[in-house]
């Protein structure tokens, strides 16, 4: 990769840039203790209501073709014919060559479109072409952006690198939002999640989001609540409220009820909100739609009850 | 560069932690239906339930409610002696005949039958005693089962325990245990002593004696030989009456030093074995290059469990003054979180107060520490109308010469000071005449093994704290105690050599 343009971050370079170190049986504890807060009725269908509006639904196959996306619009526009007072899911999340189909299908509804962009999922692209998708999935209509960061300048101790790439994508965005991909699964220690966390706020992320979904573990507690414990730090030092988005294996409505568990716990009610806290998820709403079901009647109805 | 600036307002950032507005938890109540607690509840002499000789009793409470729960049989001296007069026949006509691995045997399936009824022990332990029901569930009943399966092992197995100096078990032991963690303490005691050959008379405290009694339905069950346990009910003076008894061999005691002191003194002269295990008065030492999250953690565990009713609690914070205020404010953001109220809640975190009399002392010391100069901190949690609650607090600011720092108060109340270098920071954490337990945070390994070996007490944990294991030895160093329960010096608490049997 060519040295880039913009110095401003050099400070950055290696151990000169400091992060709290973190405790991995301690951060395993606590997620254990969160875990074994018992959520029921009231507060559990509040929960689930949240989770539904939380949600980026989600596609991101080769194999995705307008047809596809045009029916996950269909779906986030109508969770589920048989509750009509749902609340939408707040975004849907696709390729950047179909931003243009799922921005036409969700005109007017409030529900956000989300690309990937920046050479998704490995990020193993020259800057100027990253810069360039990002470009053409703001220009065809997208709200947000989903990138990547380069996993391999910051394991190598490049955080200079790390940053001032955030920095040129999130100029690159204009007004849609920027969500910025650690890929947790690939940073090995908490200590470097922590540390890839901290960088991404200070260049520019308007959110954090653990992982990519293609790459396992994913969303996992503990990573989810140090990535919490950095976006707490950076507003009590700051004051700005930067928001988080766990996303890959959170797939019922248990683990959704959890993560909120945590939210509350860690950063307040003020999270408790989609313009904060997002769950990247392709087969999450069925689950959560589900278990509202049973709230309600008290039955659980087979999966086949609803909609792709 | 970015346009996120206009979040930045005028007041300091705050987290809306606690409160009642937006998302809060639903009631999680545990569900009380298959327990069954009867009305009245006698002594357990010999093998069988029986009322007190004079059939004097005492009423047993729920400090959530204040309601009465049960009657329970007060035994005076004449029960004591029936009890050890029992203890005795059974050591020498049973118990001590048996072969090690039969004696190993019963010890198993008092642990087995435990666990089965652990549901059952949770609650009882929460409704008698106030204690949260996520720690009764998860820490006091399967550490008791614990104990005893991790004593049941070396029955068969003392020969090899202290080799080439024989082992013997010294014959009746008599054991007082405290109301905090009532029937693990029972375990701690009655587990070693049975597994080494001894029998047993035990004295629950009057406030919680129910998981006791209890576990003796369960000795019965298991088929445990009469007179092998007994379990006499009551309060001081039925302790000192089992302490004092010419005929018992070995007095173990938890409880506080004040009364240590006492059975100490009595017991003088008198070539009975004992054990005491006291108060404390621990130091948790966190250093600046601790990782804070994670501190903070175990700072919360170390004083809030169980309402800080705890022996080792660590009720001393020692912080070093480059990382205090980072601490203390994201101490005090995590205590807000903590959720007092109805033991029998799943998601409370502090229950109630163990007892009137306990409140009582305990906000005493709160207002000894304010006089004293130390600048108190409580969260804002709603406690309900009846029962004894204590929301969590901190005394900050305060110093050596207080006595919130010097003496135990027993409860959710957490001394604060500051240190600057490592060798103050050890000093102040041995400045007290305690010695029991202690903490300390640090992520550079040297320091914490340097420092945790110049703090003079019995158990130190490094990054963690009030972790507890059967396998481990448990006692306090000063005026915590002498002795120590737990691994294989609890065995020999309760052996002898075999010239001097």
């Known amino acids: 990769m060519e040295p880039h343009p913009r110095t401003a971050h050099g400070a950055l370079r290696g151990a000169s840039f400091e992060s709290p170190s973190i405790d991995a049986v301690g951060v395993e504890e606590r997620v254990a203790r969160l875990c074994s807060r018992s959520i029921k009725k009231e507060a559990k269908l509040q929960a689930l209501h949240l989770t539904l509006s939380m949600i980026d639904l989600t596609t991101l196959e080769g194999a995705d073709s307008e047809g596809k996306v045009r029916q996950l619009c269909a779906k986030a526009l109508q969770l589920h014919a048989a509750l009509p007072d749902l609340p939408h899911v707040a975004a849907v999340c696709v390729y950047p060559a179909l931003v243009g189909v799922a921005k036409r299908a969700l005109e007017g509804s409030g529900i956000h479109v989300a690309s990937v962009a920046t050479s998704f999922p490995a990020g193993q692209a020259p800057l100027e072409i990253k810069l360039l998708e990002v470009k053409r999935a703001v220009e065809a209509g997208a709200d947000e952006v989903d990138m990547v960061i380069s996993r391999g300048r910051f394991l190598a101790g490049d955080y200079a690198c790390t940053a001032d790439e955030i920095a040129s994508v999130k100029e690159a965005c204009g007004d849609a939002h920027l969500k910025v991909i650690l890929e947790t699964g690939e940073l090995g220690a908490l200590d470097a999640i922590r540390r890839a966390s901290d960088l991404a706020m200070r260049s520019g992320a308007d959110f954090i989001k653990t992982s990519t979904g293609k790459i396992k573990p994913a969303a996992t507690m503990p990573v989810v609540l140090v990535m919490l414990e950095a976006i707490r730090d950076h507003y009590l030092r700051t004051g700005r409220r930067i928001g988080m988005k766990p996303a890959g294996g959170i797939g019922a409505a248990k683990d959704a009820i959890r993560h909120l568990v945590m939210v509350r716990e860690t950063l307040g009610q003020d999270w408790l909100d989609p313009d904060l806290y997002r769950f990247g998820a392709s087969s999450l709403a069925n689950d959560v739609l589900r278990q509202i079901v049973k709230q309600r009647s008290g039955i659980y109805q087979s999966f086949d009850d609803f909609s792709m | ?501």
Request: aromatic share 8%; proline share 5%.
């Open chain 2, 1 to 501: 560069m970015t346009s996120s600036t206009s979040a930045v307002g005028t007041a300091a950032p705050r987290l809306r932690l606690g409160g009642d507005d937006g998302w809060r938890y639903a009631p999680a109540p545990e569900s009380t239906d298959h327990v069954e607690l009867r009305d009245r509840y006698g002594l357990f002499i010999d093998g069988e339930f029986t009322d007190a000789a004079d059939g004097r009793t005492f009423e047993t409470a729920n400090p959530a409610t204040e309601k009465k729960i049960a009657d329970v049989a007060l035994a005076s001296d004449v029960d004591v002696d029936a009890a050890v007069a029992a203890a005795r026949r059974a050591y020498d006509e049973v118990w001590s005949k048996l072969a090690p691995q039969e004696r190993g045997k019963y010890v198993y399936r008092i642990a087995r039958v435990l666990q089965e009824r652990s549901r059952e022990l949770a609650i009882t332990e929460s409704l008698d005693g106030g204690k949260p029901i996520r720690e009764s569930r998860d820490v006091d009943i399967p550490l008791a089962a614990a104990h005893f399966f991790y004593y049941a092992g070396w029955a068969d197995k003392v020969d090899y325990a202290f080799p080439g100096r024989g082992a013997r078990p010294l014959g009746v032991a008599g054991q007082v245990i405290p109301w905090n963690f009532p029937l693990l303490m029972a375990a701690w005691k009655i587990a070693p002593a049975l597994a080494a050959g001894n029998t047993v008379v035990l004295k629950p405290a009057e406030t919680t004696p129910l998981t006791a009694l209890k576990l003796a339905e369960i000795i019965r069950d298991a088929g445990v030989p009469p007179g092998v346990v007994n379990i006499v009910t009551g309060a001081g003076e039925t302790g000192a009456s089992v302490v004092q008894h010419d005929d018992v061999d070995k007095v173990a005691f938890t409880g506080s030093t004040e009364v240590g002191k006492l059975i100490r003194r009595a017991l003088a002269g008198s070539g009975k074995h004992y054990t005491l295990e006291l108060g404390g008065k621990a130091a948790n030492l966190v250093f600046e290059d601790a990782a804070v999250d994670q501190a903070v953690e175990g700072i919360v565990n170390g004083i809030f469990f169980n309402q800080g009713h705890v022996c080792c609690a660590g009720s001393r914070l020692l912080v070093q003054e480059s990382v205090a205020d980072e601490v203390i404010s994201k101490l005090k953001d995590r205590m807000e979180t903590l959720i007092v109220g109805d033991p029998l809640d799943k998601n409370t975190d502090i229950g109630a107060i163990n007892s009137r009399a306990q409140l009582d002392r305990i906000e005493e010391y709160l207002e000894i520490g304010e006089e004293e100069g130390a600048v108190p901190f409580r969260t804002s949690c709603p406690v309900p109308e009846r029962g004894y609650w204590c929301r969590p607090t901190l005394f900050l600011r305060a110093s050596q010469s207080h006595r919130v720092v010097q003496e135990e108060i027993f409860g959710p109340v957490l001394a604060v000071q500051t240190f600057r270098t490592v060798d103050e920071g050890i000093a102040m954490a041995n400045n007290t005449p305690y010695g029991l337990s202690g903490g300390v945070w640090s992520d550079k390994g040297a320091k914490a093994f340097r420092v945790t070996s110049r703090i003079r007490a019995g158990v130190l944990w490094a990054n963690t704290y009030n972790k507890f294991d059967p396998t481990a030895p448990f006692g306090g160093y000063k005026e915590s105690g002498i002795g120590r329960e737990g691994g294989l010096s609890g065995l020999h608490a309760y052996l002898q050599p075999e010239e001097a049997a």
